[in-house]
């Protein structure tokens, strides 16, 4: 059994608050030792020695958002191409989204995307499953069996279920399984044809509007229904003020909610829209300056509980189009850490907080192994040169797809190592 010492790190390990200088001990594919007190342990016999003097290492991410086009769609993205850009941006852990081709919505899907991870990748997948059969909102899955195959949370996805009595019988079944469901809210009459955020430079540009209404009315259904049926309620993608503010007031009254961020909401503004740029069509849109600073808050706060990815591989085909033709969506595994680096540096999220948002938290809320540095734990984790500055640029891209929101960008923060169950999975 392989033992590595990570020497004179800097170790932030939100799960035990501690953010110090001192030594990782990895031995076969646990920790065993990780903090201040680990250098007086000494150096075991016999192993590789790692001066990680100036670097951070942090517990792998684990991206609670991810859209993989296989089944169906594997010219977009694979299991296993997904694997590795995850690794490459220091995600050690996805969770998949159902929207495949034949859908996540029964057992088989389940066991073949568990087998299909065990076979081709290299950090783990964990499939989460339909709400409704085909993410049509009507009939529910088997919530039981699905759960019991390895499905880690429930939800449908890009779409937004429009009956409230078949959220209520989600919520109230999820409950009695002890399961999660993630729902993505955007009113569909009200978004109806629009594109981006509703507002006076989408009238500049020509383009249909998406108000924040179409966001906060079916999450305050959403909330309201939590409240009702006492059941685990995770508002998947926030990016307005209003949703905020809506998962605040959830939140004191005890209701059992939880939120989440992309990060591109927490990055960007309607106005890096720019010329028509379509790898800027997402959903949600981009929102408001106002709205952006809302999110950053929320984070702080802790009204938002984890950043994700929402990793959209889209192709060439559905991207180069006009704006308002052009599919919604864009990539994100290997930006997700440098890019939430840019709240650390600009002094809006201590960079313990902002760890815990994209690795402990998510752990927690999905029941998943991994977001901690404690002895005993499975040893995934990142090396970090928090101040190594480098430039998105799509060769450098791992991802099948090149649709990224910050090609061209200047981050500040590069993934140097990335382990998974100690084994090496990406070196810069």
């Known amino acids: 059994m392989s033992t590595t010492v990570f020497e004179r790190a800097r170790i932030v390990d939100p799960s035990r608050g501690i953010d110090e200088v001192g030594t990782v001990i990895v031995e076969g594919r646990k920790i065993v030792a990780a903090g201040k007190a680990a250098l007086n342990q000494g150096v075991p016999a016999g192993a590789t020695v790692v001066d990680c003097a100036g670097k951070t290492i942090i ?5 609670a958002r991810v859209f993989i086009g296989e089944p169906g769609g594997e010219h977009r993205e694979t299991i296993a191409s997904a694997s590795v850009a995850a690794a ?4 050690t852990s996805v969770i998949m989204m159902p929207d495949t081709d034949p859908v996540i919505d029964n057992v088989a899907l389940v066991e073949f995307v ?21 993410l049509a909102g009507r009939e529910m899955t088997e919530f039981g069996l699905l759960r019991e195959a390895g499905a880690v949370a429930f939800t449908d996805g890009r779409h937004t279920i429009p009956s409230a009595l078949v959220m209520r019988r989600a919520l109230t079944y999820a409950r009695d399984f002890g399961g999660v469901i993630a729902h993505e809210t955007q009113d569909g009459d009200l978004a109806s044809a629009g594109v981006m955020n509703e507002g006076l430079y989408a009238s500049w540009l020509g383009l249909a509007g ?23 309620y995770h508002a998947a993608k926030i990016s307005t003020e209003m949703a905020a503010q809506a998962v605040r007031r959830a ?14 909401n927490l990055s960007l503004n309607e106005n890096d829209v720019g010329e028509y740029r379509t790898f800027f069509r997402l959903t949600p849109p981009l929102r408001a300056e106002g709205d952006r600073l809302a999110m950053i808050e929320a984070v702080k706060d802790g009204t938002i509980d984890i950043i994700v990815s929402s990793h959209d591989p889209q192709d060439v085909d559905t991207k180069r189009l006009p704006f308002a033709d052009a599919a919604a969506g864009a990539i994100g595994l290997e930006t997700l850490l440098g890019a ?20 402990t938290a998510p752990a927690k809320l999905f029941g998943l192994p991994g977001g901690t540095l404690k002895p005993g734990a499975p040893a995934d984790l990142a090396v970090v ?34 382990l998974v169950a100690g084994r090496t999975v990406f070196s810069a």
């Open 59 to 63: 517990p792998g991410l684990i991206d």
């Open 88 to 91: 490459a941006g220091g995600v």
């Open 114 to 134: 568990l087998r299909t991870a065990k076979d081709t990748a290299i950090v783990n997948i964990f499939p989460a499953a339909a709400i409704t059969k085909d």
């Open 210 to 232: 998406i108000p924040r209404e179409a966001e906060s009315i079916p999450l305050e259904r959403d909330l309201a229904l939590a409240r009702l049926t006492h059941g685990g």
């Open 251 to 264: 939140k004191a009254d005890q209701a059992n909610v939880t939120a989440g961020v992309a990060i591109h």
């Open 340 to 359: 939430a680096l840019r709240l650390y540096h600009n002094g809006d999220v201590p960079l313990l907080r902002l760890v815990e948002t994209l690795s």
């Open 385 to 418: 040169d928090l101040e190594e500055p480098w430039i998105v640029s799509e060769s450098g891209i791992r991802s099948r797809s090149k649709n990224t929101c910050f090609e061209g960008a200047r981050l500040q923060g590069m993934v140097l190592q990335t």
